[in-house]
């Protein structure tokens, strides 16, 4: 089944700390543009974090600037979101999203959404609160 399954995701307070995993299967997830992306009640969807394309570069939400940073390990094939000092204005349903394989996105371009995705995850929720 071709999918990604992101995981991770639940209840954390102010100043606390989560991964997300997001898994590929039945897809690599090697040579895509890679990123992550959430969606809080009543707002639209907005990319946080994403890998270009050659993975040369990174582009961040300033939002999450210095609290935020995406890995990911091909011999796995995931990709994952690791969360520092988390806020509750961070409280939103995390998506990951590959675009298009072999197709040269860059990071900045691809969080805007300049570009479609091949694959999205179903998301998991992220609440930050005490």
């Known amino acids: 089944q071709v999918q990604l399954v992101e995981s991770g995701g639940g209840l954390v307070q102010p100043g606390g700390s989560l991964r997300l995993s997001c898994a590929a299967s039945?897809?690599?997830?090697?040579?895509?543009?890679i990123g992550w992306f959430r969606q809080a009640p009543g707002k639209e969807r907005e990319g946080v974090l994403c890998i270009s394309t050659n993975g040369a570069s990174t582009y961040a939400a300033d939002s999450v600037k210095g609290r935020f940073t995406i890995s990911r390990d091909n011999a796995k094939n995931t990709v994952y979101l690791q969360m520092n000092s988390l806020k509750p204005e961070d409280t939103a349903v995390y998506y990951c999203?590959?675009?298009?394989?072999?197709?040269?996105?860059?990071?900045?371009?691809?969080?805007?959404?300049?570009?479609?995705?091949?694959?999205w995850g179903q998301g998991t929720q992220v609440t930050v609160s005490s």
């Open positions: 999203a590959a675009g298009g394989r072999f197709k040269n996105y860059r990071s900045t371009d691809y969080c805007r959404r300049r570009y479609e995705s091949d694959y």
């Open positions: 039945g897809f690599t997830l090697d040579y895509r543009a």
